[in-house]
């Protein structure tokens, strides 16, 4: 089996401040995905990668800039934090695309003072 | 575009009840259906996964059964349990587009 580790499990950032979300796959999944969570609620797509140095946007990219520079890793910057960004922040990876079984990391909290 | 829709954003029951959560969805695509489920400060986690029209897949005593002439994936379980408290998410995929669609989601609360 195979695992997805988001680090760090906390972000605590400044309003304005451009803030860096990790996420390491070992499964050798082609495709990965970053989804923002607010409390409780709905996963919303930020960005997608199909493929090594691909990037889609999602319905939420604006904001926020993506990398995905290895196949096994994907970044997610906040570009300029703001205070109602508080949330919890999903990589997940699948081996091909959407017809194939998500697997999500444990997520990444990040709170703006 | 491709969309999902969950109509309840809340279903309380009391343990021992059945449970039907509703999902419809519209695709020009050849629909591959999900239901994911997310416990308390965890990570969503498949539950169940179909593309076969009209045939029944079950997983951890959950069931639902893709109807493609009427676009609905709706999760079913004969008989709660306190354990089944949880954010259930629907979802539609498909071969031709890496981006999967989530439903909003639907909190189940069961009560003692």
């Known amino acids: 089996g195979g695992i997805i580790t988001q680090t760090p499990k906390f972000l605590i950032g400044q309003e304005g401040q451009k803030l860096t979300l990790k996420c390491q796959q070992n499964?050798?999944?082609?495709?990965m995905y970053w989804y923002r969570q607010d409390s409780g609620k709905g996963l919303r797509l930020i960005y997608y990668?199909?493929?090594?140095?691909?990037?889609q946007k999602g319905d939420l990219s604006e904001g926020y800039d993506a990398s995905r520079e290895k196949k096994s890793s994907f970044s997610l910057t906040v570009t300029s934090a703001q205070k109602n960004e508080m949330a919890v922040f999903l990589c997940?990876?699948?081996?091909?695309?959407?017809?194939?079984?998500?697997?999500f990391g444990s997520g990444t909290r990040l709170t703006v003072l | 575009g491709d969309s999902v829709t969950q109509t309840e954003g809340l279903v309380t029951l009391t343990k021992g009840l059945p449970v039907m959560l509703n999902c419809t969805y519209q695709?020009?695509?050849?629909?591959?259906l999900f239901w994911y489920v997310q416990h308390l400060n965890e990570a969503p986690k498949l539950l169940l996964k179909?593309?076969?029209?009209?045939k029944r897949t079950e997983h951890q005593g959950f069931y639902a059964t893709l109807h493609k002439s009427s676009s609905s994936f709706h999760l079913q379980k004969s008989s709660v349990q306190l354990s089944d408290s949880a954010l259930y998410f629907c979802?539609?995929?498909?071969?031709?587009?890496?981006?999967?669609?989530f439903g909003q989601g639907t909190k189940l609360s069961i009560k003692p």
């Open positions: 990668s199909i493929t090594e140095n691909d990037l």
């Open positions: 179909s593309s076969t029209d009209n």
């Open positions: 695709t020009t695509y050849s629909p591959f």
């Open positions: 979802a539609l995929g498909n071969y031709n587009q890496g981006k999967l669609i």
């Open positions: 499964f050798n999944h082609d495709t």
């Open positions: 997940a990876s699948s081996i091909q695309g959407s017809a194939e079984t998500l697997y």
